[in-house]
């Protein structure tokens, strides 16, 4: 920042990771963590960093909020919003959806009464030493028909790849996602009436995205987050030796990583959606 | 080829359109087809070639087929199989389950007893000019524990991109996907037990990858395919002046493009690990 | 092409070689010319394909006259000019420069002084199975201040790697090169006066680039190529056993590569300048 | 770094200016300096951070010379070295050059009875206020053949982009450069020996590089400086409102850039050749 704006270099951002604990790792240095990228790492690098999981913790995520908030003033015209809309198979009920209650309780969830039920079920596997899945949904309002490519740099491609990149996610949707798999033609197409300007659709199955484009409906995602890997219950495993071994995770426990997943789906959206801006203005001025 | 061996040089393919119908593309030529590229398309582009959808035809996926028989020379370790397991909302039986069958039927269905099914219901389909989804699952047998990145280059986020990508799939998963989040942390584990050279893994929930690099375990992928969006019931839809208009697509009708996803998801699937294989040479010799 | 227009697909370009010449190469297969890439790429890939170089050949340059015939209707604000100023060590009287000379002799010469003298010294060398390098310059006219970055993709950078990649090239220079840095400060400053619209320079030291972007001069970059590595004269080398050989090129003799690298020279000049237009677009709108 | 060991996460340099000095901005805000990226960046941006050239200034050398510091560590097999040749005009005597003399003045110069010359001709720049360019050399031997490739990412391309991207550099050869577009074929051959295990070269005009490939012999590069654009005689320039000025610029002052350009050279030179290391185990295993 200089005089009140952006110099034209890179903005370098720093998080410094002041809530370390120096607690014991023996327990983690001694064997690979199921669930965790402690024996792929090792594979790949024949190295292991313990210490909470080194290059692979999800502590990474929070360069990408930081980022996402750089992202977004690059995209003033889309409105970002996303939720959790299920935990542990528990769903929220889509005629309870209120935005103003995403804010209002610590799950992101728009529906009060699934958040009075969650509070119940998150508190339940925390007691338990377990943890629960969760799925978020995320939303982007204002995006523009004509964002995206048809075939190298589609825009659902790398919203699948940025989704799929957040620690623990395992499955991503756009629009329908594979519940389209189960509609017919008729149900799932997305007709056009005249508007001002642009069309008006009369549904969006296709959560905004058409052959790699965006087609300025709302762009729709919805993401699925494994439960946390690190629970109490002792689970087997082996050593760095190949030797058979139990593990249990102590210390801070987690028991819904979904939940933190919240602000990082924001940001990967924000991040592709600004690329995919800058990109277009480049391909078509 | 020279003297029976590649030369080095990039590897060209071409396939003409051999084909292509002299038929009459006035319809489609008159208005933008609901579910298809045509509007977002011609958004970006201020262009439409309607002869088939252009660049945003499916046709294209025969080159990916084509390079993918390529990747898989790369990878001779690595057996990629891939099959239909749902249509219309009807999956197989997974005790059914027979590789041998896969080769079978028209449908690349492991499960003979849902093929029976799936032979009345594509047909009802046809019939009807409607038109039903699919979901795809592809197994990649023999990636060795490595491959992949933690941050970028993740494979998971390259395959779920790659998958994505393939023209009317709207939803990936790896391994477990959406139902992991609905698993309790134990019952998702991928416990580890002393084996011959790596580990003996007692259950699969991470589809062969975890934190972005694979795990040495079969690589597991589900692609949903939305219903064919070329149907034979009028649509509303809106012309490229913007006035309202109603299309009905004539000509071939294929009432289930999933069932042709089938040889692209394998196609996806090499040429995303034959990459990573030759990445991960280079990262660690 | 569709009524007129491109699609919006890429430009696939497709040039067939209808000048082979089923001649010996036997002379060729057996040991390794010095001077061109055959013991390089048979070091890197343990394969030779001997027939006129295969992927190493100059052949390929003819790709990049016709993409950089597209890239020039990318950028019709600029007007791309290349010639030879230098054979065998002869160079051209600056006083004697005349554009319109450019296309009225075989050395795009454009001091007919100088046409003449070369006419001479190529055939000369030509008769003597001999070869000889040459010097290409070319200027960018119409380039608007802007175009590059400050220190990743500059201009400058991004034009002296496509040069050099130009096949026997093996110098380039950005405005005055290497006569540069025998200049004092004061003699290499590029002063500027009030201008319409834009500053005018009273000097052009710079080629047109500094600190990686463009400043609205003429980008003018001149390139070294050394002489043909085919000559008749045999020459001491090795075969692909190791043992002692020598080798002479017979067949067609090119004696002076540098003039067909004129076109090759400007369209790579487009191709960067196209490139960069787009970039800077998406950059800054 | 864990337990005495790299962990496979991107090593962060971080680099604090702490010689800043709270100088008088108020001259250089005032105008462009001609010769410097200021009027170009301004052109692209909208934007002038003129507190030492902001994200033009060579400061970010040191960035890439600590960067070279790692990639060496890549290439442990190849020992490179640079210096001046040539600083105003004056080279070294070719017969004087002796690598060990390089670290004994403050020129990097291999030759002591130039660096005596130097010395004085430097300091009359210095005194005068004005600046003088330079030649830097630089040689990487150890470099199998091999490295590069025929057409995308030639080993030649990648070094001259390398090299021009440095602060003030104009020129870049490779081997001979320009001084090759002078030679006869004959005279410009690299001839080839049987040796051990690969030829013996009885010359290296190519400067190690052929076709895009490295051979085995030492990769030579020459690169040109121009004389520091800042200099104490006012040149004529404009203002930020278009208005005629006068500059000069005071404060610290360098007579010749180039001289500081060695080490960075070098880390380019390692730096390229590091990531070439990589990208040919990964193509060729």
């Known amino acids: 920042m200089f005089e009140g704006a952006t110099t034209g270099t890179p903005i370098s951002l720093m998080i410094e990771n002041v809530d370390q604990r120096s607690k014991d790792y023996s327990e983690v240095a001694k064997a690979y963590r199921p669930g965790h990228a402690d024996y792929a790492y090792d594979a ?67 529906d009060p009464v699934a958040a009075a039920r969650w509070e119940k079920l998150v508190d339940e596997a925390r007691l338990a030493g377990s943890s629960v899945g969760a799925v978020v949904e995320c939303v982007a309002q204002g995006v523009p028909a004509g964002w995206g490519a048809p075939i190298y740099g589609k825009l659902d491609a790398d919203l699948a790849a940025a989704m799929i990149g957040i620690n623990a996610v395992k499955g991503v949707e756009i629009g329908d996602g594979f519940a389209a798999a189960r509609l017919s033609g008729e149900q799932n197409a997305d007709p056009m009436r005249p508007g001002p300007g642009m069309p008006v659709f009369t549904a969006n199955h296709a959560g905004g995205i058409a052959g790699g484009i965006s087609t300025g409906q709302p762009v729709k995602v919805r993401v699925a987050f494994k439960p946390t890997s690190s629970i109490l219950t002792p689970v087997e495993t082996i050593d760095r030796d190949g030797q058979a071994a139990e593990i249990r995770t102590k210390g801070r426990h987690d028991p819904c990583v979904g939940i933190r997943g919240v602000p990082v789906v924001e940001a990967m959206m924000a991040l592709v959606l600004a690329d995919h801006k800058l990109l277009h203005r480049g391909q078509c001025g």
């Open 44 to 110: 790949k690098y024949g190295f292991r960093d313990y210490r909470g999981g080194g290059r692979s913790s999800a502590r990474e995520t929070a360069a990408r909020v930081a980022a996402g908030a750089v992202a977004r003033l690059v995209i003033p015209e889309v409105a970002v919003l996303a939720w959790v809309s299920e935990i542990g198979g528990d769903a929220i009920e889509p005629a309870n959806f209120d935005a103003n209650q995403i804010g209002n309780n610590p799950f992101f969830c728009p």
